[in-house]
């Protein structure tokens, strides 16, 4: 029997350049967003100290982290690269896939871009294209309940998928790549329970493995074949059951990269379509002044199943970054006082707000509906201390391709994260880098644009 590796690895090595011209806007777009939130996760919980971990494990120079521009062997680069991108919980995500899809797929990519040069921008672009439909690929086709981190999981194929793209691999060390990468995954959904920072270190863990896996291959290691459905195969060990055959000969048929949320909040994804209730609630269309959250007598949350699994945690007054970020109830009394949700929402004298801590906890979640993967939708109904309600449902969350940030808010998102650094880009640099990305098929380096993302000394 062949097993649907097969065909992922046709797709990776068989995608045609001209076939994939449809997808380059949102490969532009995403790219730039990408980096913007692994620039600004230079700023995030114990970013400096794991560059300084993986600095003293060993010796290289041969990739550079993101900002600040320490020099790290390449697996070392790229695990940093892809924490900082999620440890703010600001990156893209593909929904239906329940998976940040870029947040290995670029790191990994322009880590080997930078060590083996000879990348050009057009082919970094496809190499994104490619790794994020098969990350996409393998969310989309599980039919269960997260059990293993999944964005973790599938990105670690992604990125194996982009690199081998890179290195032009044949579609034999292809399968072969993803064997090795299979055996080396990591990361279960406890960390994400426990709003532990080990999350974003599972990104970072999957993307060193991604790239041991390639370098493994290049050097003629293999692995078993039957990976996804053997009977010690993905969808039997890491996902509980899937269904991933007819996904799997219809890819290139289009491109899942067009298909991925920007996230226009630093917060978990699961948290977005309550923002935007709470959002349209606190200024309803009509009135002439924000509702007082001082005045709101109770709220309640409908969602579906994964919501409340990943969001809705209890708030608390001591909670760490990570487990705030993932607290709806939290977020949600963010919105409402304070008309949006900003990086310093997250700290321990903005959890101890009384005023915040009060509102969260008026709150209650009610869960409808049995999809164990479904993001939306979801209604939230506040009742006013007059005995008067509003309510607002929603479907299409903000940043989803039916209802998209527009490109104004996905610029000042980037470079409100440059700014926001643990070494702040320039102006001039941010521009630089934003011009570089919006002709990246012109681009004749890929390692340019991480040249653009480390803070030049003054």
């Given at each position: 029997m062949t097993d649907a590796i097969e065909a992922l690895a046709a797709h990776v090595t068989g995608a045609r350049s001209a076939d994939m011209a449809p997808a380059m806007p949102a490969a532009r777009a995403f790219i730039l967003d990408t980096l913007g939130v692994g620039i600004v996760g230079s700023n995030g919980p114990k970013a400096r100290d794991?560059?300084?971990?993986?600095a003293a494990m060993g010796a290289g120079t041969d990739a550079r982290v993101w900002s600040t521009g320490e020099h790290l062997p390449t697996a070392m680069a790229a695990a940093c690269n892809s924490y900082q991108v999620h440890c703010q919980e600001y990156d893209c995500v593909h929904e239906e896939a329940v998976a940040h899809v870029m947040t290995i797929v670029l790191p990994t990519a322009l880590a080997i871009a930078e060590r083996d040069g000879g990348v050009t921008g057009q082919s970094l672009a496809e190499a994104a294209i490619i790794g994020?439909?098969?990350?996409?690929?393998?969310?989309?086709?599980?039919?269960?309940?997260?059990?293993?981190f999944r964005?973790?999981?599938?990105?670690?194929?992604?990125?194996?998928?982009?690199?081998?793209?890179?290195?032009e691999l044949s579609q034999d060390e292809m399968v072969q790549a993803f064997s090795l990468v299979y055996g080396q995954l990591c990361g279960t959904m406890q960390a994400h329970t426990e709003g532990s920072g080990l999350l974003a270190m599972q990104m970072g863990f999957n993307a060193r493995n991604a790239v041991t896996a390639i370098d493994l291959t290049r050097a003629?290691?293999?692995?078993?074949v039957n990976i996804l459905e053997g009977d010690f195969g993905y969808f039997r060990l890491i996902e509980d059951g899937g269904t991933i055959g007819d996904l799997a000969t219809r890819l290139g048929e289009s491109w899942r990269i067009a298909e991925i949320a920007h996230k226009p909040f630093p917060s978990g994804r699961a948290t977005h379509g309550i923002i935007d209730a709470c959002l349209a609630l606190r200024a309803p269309e009509g009135r002439d002044n924000p509702v007082d959250p001082a005045r709101i007598a109770h709220i309640r949350m409908t969602v579906p199943p994964l919501i409340n699994h990943l969001v809705g945690r209890e708030p608390r007054?001591?909670?760490?970054?990570?487990?705030?970020?993932?607290?709806?109830?939290?977020v949600a009394s963010c919105a409402l006082i304070g008309g949006t949700i900003a990086l310093d929402d997250f700290n321990d004298a903005a959890y101890r707000r009384a005023g915040h801590q009060a509102l969260a906890n008026r709150m209650a979640i009610k869960v409808v509906g049995d999809d164990p993967n479904a993001l939306a939708p979801i209604s939230v109904d506040i009742v006013m201390d007059d005995g008067s309600e509003l309510s607002k449902s929603v479907s299409d969350v903000y940043g989803t391709p039916a209802n998209p940030m527009s490109r104004n808010a996905q610029l000042a998102k980037f470079r409100g994260n440059c700014a926001g650094a643990a070494a702040p880009l320039s102006a001039n640099q941010v521009e630089a880098l934003i011009a570089a990305v919006e002709t990246i098929e012109l681009l004749p380096d890929a390692g340019r644009l991480v040249d653009l993302s480390i803070a030049q000394e003054a």
């Open positions: 794991l560059v300084s971990a993986y994020t439909d098969i990350a996409a690929t393998l969310g989309v086709a599980a039919k269960s309940g997260l059990r293993f964005p973790a999981t599938v990105g670690a194929f992604g990125g194996v998928a982009a690199m081998g793209r890179l290195l003629g290691f293999t692995g078993p007054e001591e909670m760490a970054i990570n487990y705030a970020r993932l607290c709806a109830r939290y």
